[in-house]
Nanobody, 131 residues
Framework: QVQLVESGGGSVQAGGSLRLSCAAS???????????MAWFRQVPGKEREGVAN????????YVVGSVRDRFTISRDNANNTLSLQMNHLKPEDTAIYYC?????????????????????WGQGAQVTVSS
């Protein structure tokens, strides 16, 4: 099973930018490039919510509407890295951000952005946005 390690979290003032990265290792039977990758975030006391996901080849992405005009998901398959560029950050973006992975399903489709649909997780990276 692939292993995931996030980096790039931190504190920023509202309106600022941060870039999260997720380094993916290879497993015995799959490379990280075989996986659908996603970003989730969680605030204490609330459910983990999906932010964005990206297909194995990187050509198809989905970003939830609440952040679509500010966040961009991308992947560098040559370097086994997933990224989330976050611009114009708001205090309500404050959360722990998690990188997640799962193999594609039937038809090479990626699972929707529900926590239960992804079986591999990173340890999380704290993002704090102050007003």
């Amino acid at each position: 099973q692939v292993q995931l390690v996030e980096s790039g979290g931190g504190s920023v003032q509202a309106g600022g930018s941060l870039r999260l990265s997720c380094a993916a290792s290879e497993s015995t039977y799959h490379t990280s490039n075989d996986y659908c990758m996603a970003w989730f975030r969680q605030v204490p006391g609330k459910e983990r919510e999906g932010v964005a996901n990206i297909w194995p080849g990187g050509g198809t992405t989905y970003v939830v509407g609440s952040v679509r005009d500010r966040f961009t998901i991308s992947r560098d398959n040559a370097n086994n890295t997933l990224s989330l560029q976050m611009n114009h950050l708001k205090p309500e973006d404050t959360a722990i951000y998690y990188c997640a992975a799962n193999l594609p399903g039937r038809g090479w489709s990626c699972p929707p952005l529900f926590q239960s649909k992804y079986n591999t997780w990173g340890q999380g990276a704290q993002v704090t946005v102050s007003s």
